[in-house]
């Protein structure tokens, strides 16, 4: 099951409820300002990465990500999905493997800036 919404950004706050406890994921260090890096740790003290590259968000096409950490995930973004995120918003996507898991995605801002 995936559910997609975006959420509100409050005095630089990204914030989300409910679900199984798990954090928003926040961007890690930039790399190379071409692609960057979302952590996220579930209730259950799992940890998953996500990596999106400046490439990815200008798919004309939905695209499959595979996280990284102590197992993985398969993470389908639309084009609207990645359109959002290139524009600077953030995207939030719920779904269930197993056990639920709840990403934010949100681009840093100092990435992908010749997009």
């Known amino acids: 099951m995936l559910r997609r919404s975006l959420l509100v950004l409050l005095l630089g706050c990204a914030c989300s409820g409910g679900g199984d406890g798990d954090e928003p ?7 190379g ?8 740790m579930d209730s259950s003290g799992q940890t998953h990465r996500l990596t999106i590259t400046c490439e990815d968000l200008q798919s004309e096409t939905a695209i499959t990500l595979t996280t990284d950490g102590d197992h993985q995930h398969s993470i389908r973004l639309e084009v609207t999905d990645l359109a959002t995120i290139l524009a ?18 949100v681009k840093p801002i100092d990435a992908c800036l010749e997009l």
Do not use: W, Y
Not at 25 to 31: E, G, I, S, T, Y
Not at 33 to 40: S, W
Not at 88 to 105: A, Q, R, W, Y
């Open 33 to 40: 300002l071409r692609e960057f890096t979302i952590t996220n």
């Open 88 to 105: 600077g918003d953030p995207v939030m996507l719920t779904f269930t493997e197993g056990h639920e898991h709840s990403f934010t995605i």
């Open 25 to 31: 994921a926040q961007p890690d260090a930039n790399l």
